[in-house]
């Protein structure tokens, strides 16, 4: 955070007027995610620790285990979230990346399919699911292969122009 502090401080005073508001939307997002993962990792720590000296935390139980991994994934999806607003700071993407929206979509999905009852939902529900997760697993291949040929180009041209 501080890097990008510093990097954003050094680029002001030559970033347009809007380059300039993505960087403080992009700071303050930053900020407010980190307070969210933190209050995120203090709650996941409390309920493990309540659960350990409760005796509740059973493996085997299948309620426990998605619980608590549910709530990793939480984790996992604000930190993947945090990230790439972070690499809009250092300006190395655009704003948008579709490549990490999908990523936080499937991470999303991912964490449904823990916690989901199989039992007691729906079969179409989980068809429904798995097609989603398959669609999304296709754009995120076609996205990263996509990026692959760009690099490929751009290393191409950067080797032509030297």
Do not use: C
Request: charged letters at 20%; proline letters at 2%; a negative charge.
């Amino acid at each position: 955070m501080d890097r990008a502090l510093r990097e954003t401080r050094e680029a002001w005073p030559i970033l347009s007027t809007y380059e300039r508001f993505e960087q403080v939307v992009s700071l303050v997002l930053t900020s407010l995610i980190g307070l969210v993962i933190a209050a995120a990792m203090i709650h996941l720590g409390f309920r493990i620790l309540m659960l350990l000296l409760s005796g509740l935390l059973d493996p085997a139980e299948t309620g426990v285990f998605q619980g608590v991994f549910g709530m990793i994934f939480t984790v996992l999806i604000a930190l993947e979230f945090n990230h790439s607003i972070i690499s809009i700071l250092h300006r190395k993407e655009s704003i948008v990346q579709v490549r990490t929206v999908v990523l936080i979509a499937l991470l999303a999905l991912v964490r449904k399919f823990i916690i989901l009852d199989a039992s007691k939902t729906d079969p179409l529900t989980i068809v429904g699911l798995a097609a989603a997760i398959l669609a999304l697993g296709s754009v995120h291949w076609l996205v990263r292969d996509q990026d692959r040929k760009d690099a490929t180009e751009q290393d191409q041209a950067r080797g032509i122009a030297d």
